[in-house]
């Protein structure tokens, strides 16, 4: 009896170990628990970071209709692997990336044979986990709930924008982590500690977005998109989440130079991406938001075969790769009703085959645009008829756009969005064509996996500062902290007429978006301008403002120099909100930029980034004594110096300023 009661205990307590796992960063720094709750088979994780406490036990798991996917489980088994390896991309911030973590698959079953596995990977700047459900007799499963749970151990300061399932066009707002109810991700944040983290999500595909939502004072709760029936998605038995992220660092700057969230994406499936390339580009765009020209035609219209000229020539002149056209198809004049456009009938006064053969005789790529108002179903009808004519006519670069809402009550951000900017990502890709999506879902990083899959927008861009009171200083010093974390952004820097002086009084201006009471402005200063092609990344990245704004200007030789296509990226220092420093090399050229919020700021760096033993001939972009985004935003000061890798250099910043700096190789 004694035997057979010491044989029930050491199986119960042989079972109780079996319900807890650990694993840990290859640091040791983070260390994650995970365990199921004896009783009820719940499941729960809390992650300490040098072992103070970040995340106190939180619930993890799904709910469906008929079928359990958050409780009763037991664990299995749990598998441990290690992998260091090094990966290449086609383009990036940086091309190549370490991916070093230790993973720990935790397998779980419930008595009705439920299966599932919680696949946790820890790496030194974060983590990551995914939900991988198998349930037996069932071939498709209707989501209604997500239970993952973020319960912070202390409070901390949060900066993010509202959660919304419709647009991320919202300005960051910074909060104490306990009055924050609600927040699209990133959703970055310091802990009272001094830890900086951001929560996200990595390759999503055929799932809805996540937001966060506060359940107690210190506890957030992952939020699913949801389908106009109010469920959140529809899969089969055997699926498999997006994963849910946390990057961490000691320093903002480690946020920046974190490459978790490409980490947690698979490989590309473009076996030759060889057509993929970065550029830069100019357009027919500003003087649309402007007011100036219209999309559709009129005796205002912007996309005209002579205009295509003059911009093309344009970027012949200046080293510019590429020209973008707005408003050059039938359709435009539907716009506020149900829109109907045409993707391959040009408007009368554009012949886009005249268009597409003198760029292609001045070695200039064209850059397509398809605006679908939202309209979905119609879009995707044309779509493959679409995207064969611009790739017959040598267009193989596409801006996409969704300025309304989808048709059935469907969310821009739901599963059905999802699905269906995936399915324009690989419908373009076997027509050699990248991809620049405006009006987007979320970046989490399926740039990896599709290349083409260039750029998005997915936040409050440059174009809010045609018709409204614009961004203010501080939005483009939050942003490398927040939104680009996700990935690159097409935010369209670089107005050099920062007041409109030289449009406001324009007899062919017209307000369309805003009243007479809004004073439209950029409230930077010019070198903030052109520190923003360095800071806010983008392989596609535009010199926005008219063109006319930049002949003869000294300060344009900056993106005339400026090459996107970076092989190394470094961000120097930084705060969210504050300021922010970072610099980037593409072949043998650098590119430094800094900028700050309403406050002046000096900064001083080693150069030691640069190659030794080769002197640079450094042409900097600095904002003048007299500076002020407010009162004298136009004040910059172009000067040389010549600079090795043992030099430094002191960065003064005006209020809402920046400088840039070209570092290029004697």
Not at 569 to 593: D, I, N, Q, T
């Amino acid at each position: 009896m004694q035997k057979l009661l010491f044989a029930l205990l050491v199986g119960c307590t042989m079972m109780a170990c079996r319900q807890k796992a650990e694993v840990s960063s290859p640091d040791e720094s983070i260390r994650l628990t995970f365990r199921t709750d004896r009783k009820s088979g719940e499941m729960r994780y809390a992650v300490t970071v040098n072992d103070r406490p970040l995340f106190e036990p939180s619930l993890l798991g799904f709910v469906a209709q008929d079928a359990e996917l958050a409780c009763s489980f037991r664990i299995d088994k749990v598998e441990r692997t290690t992998v260091d390896e090094t990966w290449t991309q086609p383009w990036g911030e940086n091309k190549t990336n370490r991916s070093h973590y230790n993973e720990m698959a935790v397998s779980l079953r419930r008595k009705d044979d439920v299966r599932l596995v919680l696949r946790f990977r820890l790496f030194d700047d974060g983590l990551g986990f995914r939900y991988e459900y198998e349930v037996p007799g069932r071939d498709s499963l209707v989501v209604t709930d997500e239970c993952t749970e973020f319960r912070f151990a202390e409070d901390g300061t949060s900066w993010t924008i509202p959660a919304n399932f419709e647009t991320y066009e919202l300005l960051y707002r910074t909060l104490p982590l306990h009055e924050l109810e609600d927040a699209n991700t990133p959703a970055t944040f310091r802990t009272a500690g001094g830890l900086y983290g951001s929560i996200h999500e990595a390759a999503l595909y055929d799932f809805p977005e996540m937001v966060l939502r506060r359940c107690d004072s210190l506890s957030f709760k992952a939020d699913l998109a949801p389908l106009p029936d109010g469920t959140k998605a529809r899969v089969a038995g055997r699926f498999v989440t997006p994963w849910r992220t946390v990057q961490l660092a000691p320093e903002a700057v480690g946020l920046i130079n974190s490459s978790l969230i490409l980490n947690l994406n698979e490989p590309s499936k473009i076996e030759d991406t060889s057509w993929i390339r970065p550029m830069k580009y100019i357009g027919v765009w500003w003087s649309m938001h402007l007011g100036l020209d219209t999309w559709a035609m009129d005796d205002r219209h912007g996309a005209t075969t002579e205009q295509a000229r003059r911009y093309i020539e344009f970027a012949a002149d200046n080293h510019i790769d590429a020209v973008l056209f707005e408003g050059w198809n039938e359709g435009w004049e539907t716009w506020g009703g149900e829109q109907h456009f045409d993707y391959r009938k040009p408007y009368a006064d554009f012949d886009i085959r005249e268009i597409a053969d003198y760029a292609r005789h001045l070695g200039i790529e064209l850059i397509g645009h398809h605006e679908t108002g939202g309209n979905v179903p119609e879009y995707e009808r044309q779509l493959d008829s679409a995207l064969l004519w611009y790739a017959d006519l040598g267009v193989h670069n596409l801006k996409t756009g969704y300025a309304g809402g989808f048709p059935g009550g469907y969310l821009h951000h739901s599963q059905y969005g999802v699905r269906h900017y995936q399915k324009v990502v690989e419908q373009a890709a076997k027509y050699r064509i990248t991809v620049n999506a405006h009006e987007p879902i979320k970046d989490c990083g399926i740039r990896r996996t599709w290349p083409n899959m260039m750029t998005r927008e997915g936040a409050r861009g440059k174009e809010w500062d045609a018709w409204s009171a614009g961004n203010p200083p501080s939005h483009e010093v939050i942003l490398p902290f927040t939104r680009l974390l996700a990935g690159p952004m097409d935010y369209t820097p670089g107005t050099f007429d920062i007041l409109y002086e030289r449009t406001r009084d324009s007899v062919r201006r017209k307000l369309w978006n805003c009243g007479e009471e809004v004073n439209m402005r950029v409230n930077t200063t010019l070198a903030k301008q052109i520190a923003d092609w360095v800071i806010l990344y983008s392989p596609l990245q535009m010199a926005s403002d008219l063109i006319e704004h930049y002949e003869g200007h000294p300060a344009f030789q900056f993106f005339r120099d400026f090459d996107p296509d970076c092989d190394w990226s470094r961000a120097l220092a930084g705060e969210p909100g504050e300021y922010v420093a970072v610099v980037r090399r593409a072949g043998g050229k650098f590119f430094f930029g800094a900028a700050t919020n309403e406050e002046p700021r000096s900064l001083h760096f080693d150069l030691d980034f640069l190659e030794p033993e080769v002197t640079y001939e450094a042409a900097i972009y600095a904002d003048a004594p007299d500076a002020h985004w407010e009162t004298n935003p136009t004040a910059c000061e172009v000067t040389v110096r010549y600079v090795t890798s043992a030099d430094a250099i002191d960065v003064v910043l005006a209020p809402g300023g920046g400088q840039a700096i070209s570092f290029l190789p004697l």
